[in-house]
């Protein structure tokens, strides 16, 4: 609920504290149990900094985080370490984000080890996990650098599933990987939630990836979630004059359809969040923009049926 993450601004080369960065400005957002969330965006729009406060990587400035009841955004480290065990995250590059001097076993045994299970148990559990995800659990003595980039993927996945989570934060799970690969990495993660009952929060600016495994999806820009609601609802009819841009760009599988369709070329770069637009924050770069759009903020709100929200004065429909 109203998720603030600021970092402080640059300093100039007078030694003056530039203004606050509010890479995340406000965000609210529910995701039910074995669901799907999507969250999308450009790089920038402060996507990957909501999931790291969700899981508490990262801690917010102001706002709540709850988890199935208990308000864990306030909590100590050692205070949250019953609930962490609920919450975990993979990260985009499966190289950099597990340790190249561990062995395999080592690496997912981790988040065991960290919750008190002895040696043997974390290493049993680690083999379990090996199968689970499609590697081979005699490999548990190799080290990262001995896998593939979708294999590496599919360790960071076990050891974001060692303590049995009910919520996976995935970070572009799959977009450091070659396109022949997503797929099969995607269905993983597809089979996954069916089997363990998981909650994904998939964070990507791919939008065809998360069309595919969300149920709902959330569409941010510079800080903010413009456009909310199920995944059916905002892909086939955007209500967001940004989501539509997004929408646009997505290539259509049939040659006939893609050569109709309108394109909707957005002007510029997002602005920075160091110093963002009055109003809505869209406006620049908005083909719909009117005046009030300078002054006045939009905030989410119900736009048409189904219970989508969208922050727009003018919201398609
Ligand atoms: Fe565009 Fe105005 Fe809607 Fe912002 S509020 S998205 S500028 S029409
Ligand atoms: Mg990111």
């Not at 190249?100 to 919750?115: C, F, G, K, M």
């Not at 590496?152 to 799970?173: C, F, H, K, M, Y």
Request: net charge neutral.
């Amino acid at each position: 609920r109203d998720l603030v993450k600021t970092f402080p601004g640059r300093r100039s080369r007078t030694g003056k504290a530039g203004a606050p960065i509010r890479a995340v400005d406000g965000v609210s957002f529910d995701v039910g149990a074995g669901e799907t969330l999507g969250l999308v965006g450009e790089s920038g729009c402060g996507k990957s900094t909501t999931g790291r406060m969700i899981v508490r990587l990262s801690d917010p400035t102001s706002g709540t985080v709850t988890f199935d009841g208990t308000e864990i955004g306030a909590l100590s480290q050692a205070q949250l370490r019953p609930h962490r065990k609920h919450l975990q995250m993979v990260f985009q590059d499966p190289y950099s984000s597990l340790n190249p001097r561990q062995t395999v076993a080592r690496i997912i045994s981790e988040p065991l080890l960290v919750q008190g299970a002895g040696a043997a148990e974390a290493r049993k559990r680690a083999a379990e996990l090996m199968e689970l995800v499609g590697l081979i659990p005699e490999h548990l003595d190799r080290y990262p650098h001995e896998f593939s980039g979708g294999q590496a993927q599919r360790i960071g996945i076990a050891r974001s599933l060692a303590t049995s989570p009910r919520l996976v934060v995935a970070d572009e799970p799959v977009s450091a990987l070659d396109v022949s690969i997503q797929a099969q990495v995607v269905n993983l993660m597809e089979r996954l939630q069916d089997e363990l009952g998981l909650a994904y929060i998939f964070i990507a600016h791919d939008l065809s990836v998360v069309k595919r495994v969300c149920d709902r999806v959330a569409v941010m820009y510079l800080g903010r979630i413009v456009e909310i609601g199920d995944k059916h609802q905002v892909y086939g009819n955007p209500a967001h004059p940004y989501t539509k841009a997004l929408l646009s760009a997505v290539p259509l599988p049939d040659p006939a359809a893609e050569r109709e369709r309108e394109r909707i070329v957005l002007l510029g770069d997002p602005p920075s969040p160091a110093d963002p637009p009055s109003g809505c924050s869209f406006h620049p770069r908005c083909p719909k923009a009117q005046e009030i759009c300078r002054t006045e903020r939009p905030l989410l709100q119900i736009a048409g049926t189904g219970g989508r929200e969208a922050a727009c004065h003018f919201p398609e429909n």
